[in-house]
């Protein structure tokens, strides 16, 4: 039950979210919302680096976000100490999963409200991009998106990369931001939207600039 109202919680932060994964990168984008004028918009964020090299972004509950990411450094840190090398993406999903998990078992837990993106360039199978939700599922995905107008972008994107199309880095990142864009039938300026990526080439997580948006955002509308 407890469940329901995390999912609810997600939704109800009315944000959407969209994770895309190309050839050699993975791109996510979300709506960053400044609520108030007087408020700083750079220390608003949905965007966590974990590690260096692996990246999340929260939908939903801002504060729960911000407890879980603690909880995954202080994991990803220990993991790395025991095993001498980076955790992989799909290790930190699964654990992501299993904590939302356990919290469905007990009375005295509150599961958080969050959907996480979990985004990095694995060794062995490239870029990765996963999405845990607060029941404890976690599914890898060419792309996805949570929060508010989850399902019509889902179905956006499906159309999109129904032909496993092999998307370069710039077409990555287009086709998230663009999917956004779809879905919530706006086109926004660079400041309203976050935008995280890693590259096969350069492995760490990076946020881009406003600048950086401001080009990908000119290079969709003269596409369109």
């Not at 939903?60 to 990411?69: E, K």
């Not at 991009?129 to 404890?136: E, N, R, S, T, V």
């Not at 399902?151 to 990369?161: S, V």
């Amino acid at each position: 039950m407890e469940t329901e109202y995390a999912f609810k919680a997600v939704k109800a932060a009315g944000v959407t979210s969209i994770g895309v994964r190309g050839k050699d990168s993975v791109c996510v984008v979300t709506q960053k919302k400044v609520p108030d004028k007087l408020l700083d918009p750079t220390s608003i964020t949905h965007l966590f680096s974990v590690t260096k090299f692996l990246g999340l972004l929260a939908t939903g509950t801002t504060a729960d976000a911000r407890t879980l990411v603690q909880q995954a450094r202080n994991e990803a840190a220990e993991f790395r100490f025991k095993y001498g090398y980076e955790m992989p993406v799909d290790v930190l999903a699964r654990w992501i999963a299993d904590k939302s998990q356990i919290y469905t078992q007990h009375a005295y837990m509150r599961p958080l409200g969050v959907v996480a993106m979990v985004l990095g360039i694995d060794d062995e199978n490239g870029p990765r991009l996963f999405k845990c939700d607060p029941a404890g599922h976690f599914f890898g995905h060419k792309a996805t998106s949570a929060g508010l107008k989850e399902q019509e972008a889902i179905n956006f994107l499906e159309k999109k990369m129904k032909n496993d199309p092999e998307f370069s880095y710039d077409e990555t990142v287009q086709t998230a931001i663009s999917a956004l864009q779809s879905v919530l039938q706006e086109d926004f300026k660079a400041n309203e939207i976050e935008v995280g990526v890693v590259r096969r080439d350069n492995p760490a997580f990076r946020v881009l600039t406003m600048e950086e948006i401001d080009e990908h955002l000119t290079a969709i509308s003269e596409r369109d």
